[in-house]
C-alpha cells in the first residue's frame, strides 16, 4: 500500500504491510504526546505562544498545508497544529496527524530564512503524510510483542493500545531509514516549491546543518543525518520542481 499520491517528485514505495496500529490509534497517541509536550512547555515558562518567531512559522504553515492535498487529500482535514519551545536546542518535528513543533534554538542558531524553516517544516510534514511514524511505531510494536505474539495485535485490544504507549517514545525518536529520510526530502521539496519557497533553500540548510555539526552535533541530525548524499539527492529533485515554484512567483508578479 502506499499512503500518499506520487505527486511531481514520483514517491510511490510500497509501504509496510505490517501497519499493526490503526490511524485513529496513532491519531489519539500522537494527541497525548503533543499535549504532554505543550503542558510540559508551558508549566517550565518556555512555551512560546506569541509575538513576531510565532507569527513567521504560522505564515510558512499554512502555506505549506494548503499544499498537503496534492498528497493526500484527507490531511487537508487534519487538526494542524504549530507550537514554538523556547528551548536551545536545535530540533524541529510533525508529529502524526500534523502537528507541528519547533524549537527556538534551531531557528536562532542558523539563522533560518523563511525558505529554510519551509525546509525543514515541509521534511517533517512529508514524513507524517507518509506516516512513517506509523510505520516506525508498528515495527517496534512487533519487537516488543514478538513474532509469537503478532496475531493477537490485530484485535486492537486495550492491552495493545497499552503496549503502544509504551513503544511511542521509542519508536518517534529512533533515525528513519535511509528510504524514509529520503521520501521526506524530496516530498517536502514539493510542498515548499507549490508554497512559494525556494527549493534552493533545502540546500542550503543541510550546508548550515553540515557546518554546525562540525561544531556541535544538532539534536536534529540524531534522526536526521546530513551527508552530503542527500545534498546530492536535493540537487538531483531540485529540477522537477523548480518549475513549480517559479510558477507561483510569476503569479506574485503578475
Not at 94 to 110: D, K, M, N, Q, S
Not at 172 to 187: C, F, G, Q, Y
Request: a negative charge; proline letters at 3%.
Amino acid at each position: 500500500m502506499s499512503t500518499t499520491r506520487e505527486g511531481a517528485v514520483g514517491v510511490n514505495r510500497e509501504q509496510s504491510m505490517f501497519m499493526l496500529l490503526s490511524e485513529q490509534q496513532v491519531e489519539e497517541l500522537s494527541e497525548q504526546s503533543y499535549m504532554q509536550m505543550r503542558e510540559q512547555a508551558k508549566k517550565e515558562k518556555k512555551l512560546v505562544s506569541s509575538g513576531a518567531t510565532v507569527t513567521r512559522l504560522q505564515k510558512v504553515a499554512d502555506r505549506l498545508v494548503s499544499q498537503v492535498g496534492v498528497f493526500r487529500p484527507d490531511a487537508s482535514q487534519w487538526a494542524w497544529q504549530v507550537s514554538l519551545i523556547d528551548e536551545k536546542i536545535l530540533n524541529a518535528s510533525c508529529l502524526p496527524g500534523g502537528r507541528i513543533v519547533f524549537y527556538t534554538g534551531i531557528i536562532e542558531a542558523l539563522s533560518l530564512s523563511d525558505d529554510e524553516i519551509a525546509a525543514i517544516m515541509g521534511h517533517e510534514i512529508a514524513h507524517a503524510l507518509r506516516e512513517h511514524g506509523r510505520e516506525g511505531m508498528s515495527e517496534a510494536y512487533m519487537i516488543q510483542l514478538g513474532s509469537t505474539l503478532v496475531g493477537s495485535v490485530f484485535g486492537a485490544s486495550r492491552e495493545t493500545l497499552d503496549l503502544a504507549n509504551n513503544v511511542v517514545h521509542y519508536a518517534m525518536t529512533l533515525p528513519n531509514s535511509r528510504e524514509k529520510e529520503v521520501e521526506a526530502d524530496i516530498i517536502g521539496l514539493e510542498l515548499m516549491a507549490r508554497a512559494g519557497y525556494n527549493p534552493e533553500a533545502a540546500v542550503t540548510l543541510w550546508q548550515k546543518m553540515s557546518a554546525q555539526n562540525s561544531q556541535q552535533p544538532p539534536e536534529f541530525l540524531s534522526t536526521h543525518p546530513a551527508t552530503s548524499t542527500r545534498i546530492d539527492g536535493l540537487q538531483h529533485y531540485i529540477p522537477k520542481v523548480r518549475g513549480l515554484y517559479e510558477q507561483v512567483q510569476s503569479g506574485k508578479a503578475g
